[in-house]
């Protein structure tokens, strides 16, 4: 397919979007300016903390675009326009609008399983700029890898049956449209019914008819004659606008006959938006084979979402092919996924310096320090764990040794056959060393590394969870960081006063 | 303040974005003009169904950015190009490329209370360009109305203390932040952390630091006094990097206090994100009261909904601002409003016929014809109810005869003070009569609109249910589609077989 991305930038592309911030990280970038202090090197991760409910994995989305925003990060004249406005002075514009990104980053390749507290974005470079970035990070990610992660359920409950995205009406807003039908796709739907996606990343798109197109002739059977004048070779007719069963099914199958007559052979293809879709598809099958059409076509949309898909499926309803709209775009039960991007680590005169957050809530410690993910393998090559090693530390082999993360004095012993390195470079010195990659090759990656997974981690309740470890290293540091914080000498708060 | 928009057109706009909608639009578009049918006048209206639960009422927002989408339409030759790869012919590509939107459009204002059922938005023209016109008017409305309708609750809840939008980063794409940051101050926020909110629409921007602000100094401390170095007249400091009541707030005493001897004359603010909110800003209150800061300024976040607020206010926590994000901007607990978008007539040889669709569900069933919602009041200016009337038919006065709109034998009757009408015309021919209006405006708007309706309405928990009602007309038409598409004689789905 020709590529039509360079004359359609505009919406949809991360352009003009460098004041698509929280405004602290501006008065932070101010502030470190104003202190001398933004060329200071410093290292950020960005992580999620936990799973939506029922989840036993995430499959990561969202890179490509927060990529193309640092690709083409600036801030152009009007921007320092606004910013003159808020009071900021002209030296510092001045510094904005000279502002070179340089920058290293790591990254888990979109498509990857992953898991909570993982560092799936490693950025080192100047304190400044790191801390502009955060907000467009995580909105960039958080968004994506969350519908990511519900398509990969869906299109598991399928059980292979093409799944189709539908929600960019229910989208919280256009861009929620156009990079949820990315990261579905990237999950494992088959096409989006987003024209733009399909223009932008070349996603396949699929679309039928509305109830208003039958709505807008006199009768049903004059819509869908219309409609397959339109369409003659290839039609899937709506069927609830009045009556399913005694009307849009029949009246389809007249039109699906009209069609044999003429010499063409469609396969009868409908679908079915409202009412019992396990009954009605049974019926629409019953009816379809009666007159003659062996393997019928019928599409189910209405309210779907991975337990209706796997409960219609264990009701043996004749539904192949799915849409999806609502609960997937939004992913209605749990619609944020809580990333973070934090300071791991500073460069002070004496090298890196780990750095820590404290909480009284154990899961939100951070573990400090600049981080790898290495997955760990038995010999079918089914992972074991992943383990977070600090950067430099050597990678153990066979016998491994690993740390709980909330509580170090657990030490856990496994024998692993081999190891993958989960995060590649990406960027050197502000200059990318890799290039996009194609939306279908994205998914085949998902599907590869989803499938590498037994099954119990994929279940919809109750799934296995996946253990990510600390390493050796990683670990002691941690310890002594808690220490020096006097985590482990808690007083209860105020009895000093 | 200068008027950035012109320089700034680009991300955010809804420019370049004819293609932003379900390809069965454009299927449809090329159905009815393949069938020379396209030019057909039609109406379409726009509502939803239901309201989020507990929701007494909704807020209407998102028409500015509809309508901009409107003012810019045009296909691109990109989008032409891309449209010609799926295999639509030349002809039908020309047709598009020569476009000239032609409509005529009535909608309520934004920022004002509206109801389940009522047509938010009706549009008369061309049947093709109408069908084209759904999903982007569904995404440009249903997420706005939803925020729009949250922060109203959230704002409902805080009592008047100012609440702030804090909610990018965990939005559902940067356009879920952007919309979403504008509908929320339309609903009653008194500004955003978007800084691009901030620049496209008026929004006032606020912000205080990150964690990662005092992790990357040595200490607390220095990290308070490099921040107010930055800011001397204006900072909020964060408390809860290590351990709030034990170093953040004393910390955060000390800075303030050396300000004081500077000769400056701070408030003390802090922010509290993390821990037990109505403890921590008791004790915080405390602290700086015996240090000598009569009234300081406490911003909490942290998961903040109208729920929690309004326990913490009933808890007597010492907070004076808020902070709320992914529970606003996400809408959590009910991410998706299911607007929809129907035909109700079309224009044939004999003028309007009204149009319905049928549904099972009988919640589902469409109110036929081109509609105006008229509000009644009682002498003290409290609404007393909404009729849906068609057009034309007149107006009653006085005593009022209604339907209602599910079981059309009831009929209800009041007496009314005087009416509004609430929806305007806006576009004739394509034409816009009616010029955008400013943000505080609408806000202001909302905001009298809100407190016109009784405190009943707006209850967190099972609040008054506000009637919808059909005028006589309305519901005479409504009967008579019922019966001629044979609704009163239901069979039972197959018995005839």
């Known amino acids: 397919m020709e590529n039509l991305s360079d004359t359609a930038a505009g919406w949809g592309e991360r352009r003009d979007s ?18 001398g202090r933004h060329e200071q090197q410093a290292c950020f991760e960005y992580f999620f903390r936990s799973l939506p409910p029922h989840n036993g994995f995430a499959l990561s989305a969202g890179l490509e675009q927060f990529l193309d925003f640092l690709r083409h990060f600036a801030f152009n004249p009007s921007d320092l326009a606004y910013l003159g406005q808020q009071g900021f002075e002209p030296e510092f514009l001045e510094y904005l609008a000279h502002f070179k990104p340089d920058f290293d980053l790591w990254a888990v390749p979109e498509g990857s399983v992953v ?5 799936l974005i490693r950025v080192e470079g100047p304190l400044g700029f790191l801390q502009l970035l955060e907000t467009i990070l995580l909105n960039s990610l958080n968004y994506p890898t969350l519908v990511a992660t519900k398509a990969a359920r869906v299109c ?3 059980e292979g049956d093409p799944v189709m995205e539908f929600g960019l009406r229910r989208a919280q807003g256009p861009d929620g449209g156009l990079s949820g039908a990315r990261a579905a796709i990237i999950g494992g739907c088959v096409g989006t019914s987003n024209v733009l996606a399909g223009k932008l990343y070349g996603a396949k798109i699929l679309g039928t008819h509305a109830h208003s197109w039958v709505m807008s002739f006199e009768s ?10 339109a369409f003659p070779n290839n039609i899937t007719l709506l069927v609830d606008t009045y009556d399913p069963v005694n009307s849009g099914i029949p009246n389809a199958i007249t039109v699906f006959r009209e ?8 396969r009868g293809s409908i679908r079915l938006d409202s009412g019992d879709l396990a009954k009605l598809s049974k019926e629409a099958w019953r009816l379809f084979r009666e007159a003659g059409f062996e393997n019928p076509s019928i599409v189910a949309s209405n309210e779907l979402d991975e337990d209706l898909i796997a409960d219609l499926k264990r009701q043996g309803a004749k539904i ?10 939004t992913s209605r039960d749990y619609p944020a996924l809580g990333g973070v991007y934090k300071l791991v680590a500073i460069h002070e005169a004496g090298g890196w310096e780990p750095r820590i957050k404290i909480s009284g809530n ?36 066979g016998r491994v040794k690993a740390y709980d993360r909330e509580n170090l004095q657990k030490e856990i012993t496994f024998r692993a056959d081999h190891y993958t390195e989960l995060s590649q470079k990406m960027a050197e010195g502000g200059k990318f060393t890799v290039a996009p990659v194609s939306l279908p090759e994205l998914q085949a990656r998902a599907q590869a590394n989803l499938t590498c997974f037994p099954d119990e981690y994929r279940r919809l309740r109750y799934p296995q969870t996946y253990d990510v470890f600390l390493s050796p ?11 020096a914080n006097g985590f482990y000498r808690t007083e209860a708060a105020g009895k000093e006063e």
């Open 18 to 35: 460098a004041l698509l911030t929280d405004y602290y990280e501006i008065t932070m970038l101010y502030g470190f300016w104003k202190y």
């Open 115 to 119: 898991f909570p507290n993982e560092p």
């Open 156 to 158: 598991y409950a399928a």
């Open 220 to 229: 049903e059977t004059e819509a869908f004659r219309a409609y397959a004048k």
């Open 259 to 266: 069609l044999r007559a003429q010499g063409l052979n469609p």
């Open 320 to 329: 192949n092919s799915w849409g999806v709209g609502t609960n997937l775009i």
């Open 362 to 397: 154990i899961t939100k410690i951070t573990d400090p320090g600049r981080k790898r993910i290495i997955r760990y393998y038995d010999h079918e090559n089914h992972p074991l764990a992943d383990l977070l090693y600090l950067e430099g530390e050597p990678v153990q082999q």
């Open 473 to 483: 290293e990683a670990a002691r540091v941690k310890h002594t960081l808690l220490e």
